[in-house]
């Protein structure tokens, strides 16, 4: 299988923004996740393999988009207006078309990539 890679995380102020990259993605559903410390790992964006469907959690509905290219295996998470509880090491994750809310039902992950709000 097709390894996924997180690029793009780093420090931002408060207010600021990242785009995050998720290549490798495929003919798959790619969510986004992230974990902050002590925390569970939560959804935080989808999007579905076939008509691009996309989902966002509470948290990020507003903030963040979600988009692919599919011919260039990538998918993407734009977040504005970031703050300090958007800390924290975010991960893509795969799994055959359609988008699932539950960590478990993604067979795929990338090594992820941290995110820090601060100022």
């Known amino acids: 299988q097709v390894r996924l890679v997180e690029t793009g995380g780093g420090l931002v102020q408060p207010g600021g923004s990242l785009r995050l990259s998720c290549t490798g993605s495929?003919?798959?559903?790619i969510a986004w996740f992230r974990q902050a410390p002590t925390k569970e790992r939560e959804g935080v964006a989808c999007?579905?393999?076939?008509?691009?469907?996309?989902y966002y959690a509470d948290s990020g509905m507003g903030r963040f988009t979600i988009s692919r290219d599919n011919a260039k295996r990538t998918v993407y998470l734009e977040m504005n207006n970031l703050t300090p509880d958007d800390t924290a090491v975010y991960y893509c994750?795969?799994?055959?078309?359609?988008?699932?809310?539950?960590?478990?039902?993604?067979?795929?992950w990338g090594q992820g990539t941290q995110v820090t709000v601060s100022s």
């Open positions: 999007i579905s393999s076939s008509d691009h469907t996309s």
């Open positions: 994750a795969a799994r055959s078309y359609l988008c699932s809310s539950s960590v478990s039902a993604y067979t795929r």
């Open positions: 495929g003919n798959t559903a």
